[in-house]
């Protein structure tokens, strides 16, 4: 089985730009999430579809954040304009349904850096 | 406010002995929890669960702990392997159709040789 896909692997940006981040989850998989990992934190949930409807976006900076996960397939995620503080990994992944008690499949993340 | 707490930020034992890795968390809600392992640059995977029902599950060298009335579960490895150097995320959710996973701060495992 194919694993969750990111691209790309590694950004640096400049504060006030945007950018962007795609990914594509394991065939199959209904529930799809975005997380933040700053260095020297665990994952935060940013967004979580249900195919491509939104389930849960209450800790997305939506001032600067958005996401969209069209045909409830690949997703991306934007950030327009870019500050410092969003430095981090940016993880995708996904499950075979939506609840606690499914194990997430994360992809390798995208390095985010702002400078 | 930390629902999930690492307080050990890293761990160093050696190799063939047991790795005993701790996590408390303060959300009497939780009902089921993960434990997750990092090498770097990759992303988390999966390596144990348990849910509140029970107070150990076991996978082969790995065995997690569950002890409700304290809040606190442990992940114990045995026999550690140099293999097993990562960062050990626990996490923790509610059952639920939209629950979702709250993570620690992770703790880094060495194994020496």
């Known amino acids: 089985e194919a694993g969750v896909a990111q691209s790309p692997r590694y950004k640096i940006i400049e504060k006030r730009q945007s950018v962007a981040f795609w990914c594509n989850p394991i065939?199959?998989?209904?529930?799809l999430y975005w997380y933040q990992q700053i260095l020297g934190q665990g994952p935060k949930l940013l967004i979580q579809?249900?195919?491509?409807?939104?389930?849960?976006d209450s800790q997305l900076p939506k001032d600067r954040f958005s996401a969209e996960r069209l045909k409830g397939v690949d997703s991306t995620l934007k950030i327009q304009p870019a500050k410092l503080e969003d430095s981090a990994v940016y993880l995708c992944?996904?499950?075979?349904?939506?609840?606690?008690?499914?194990?997430?499949?994360f992809g390798n993340g995208t390095r985010l850096t702002v400078t | 406010d930390q629902q999930v707490k690492q307080n050990s930020p890293s761990l160093s034992v050696q190799e063939g002995r047991i790795s005993i890795l701790n996590c408390d968390y303060t959300?009497?809600?939780?009902?089921?929890f993960l434990w997750y392992k990092k090498y770097p640059a990759e992303g988390p995977t999966f390596l144990i669960s348990?849910?509140?029902?029970?107070d150990k599950n076991e996978d082969g060298r790995f065995t997690v702990f569950l002890n409700k009335s304290a809040k606190h579960l442990s992940l114990h490895i045995v026999p550690s392997q140099p293999g097993d150097s990562a960062v050990y995320f626990c996490?923790?959710?509610?059952?639920?159709?939209?629950?979702?996973?709250?993570f620690g701060k992770g703790i880094t495992l060495s194994v020496r040789p």
């Open positions: 992944a996904s499950s075979p349904r939506q609840g606690g008690n499914s194990p997430l499949h």
């Open positions: 065939s199959g998989h209904a529930t």
């Open positions: 579809f249900q195919n491509n409807g939104v389930v849960d």
């Open positions: 959300n009497s809600m939780f009902d089921y």
């Open positions: 348990i849910s509140s029902i029970k």
């Open positions: 996490a923790a959710s509610r059952t639920g159709a939209n629950s979702k996973l709250t």
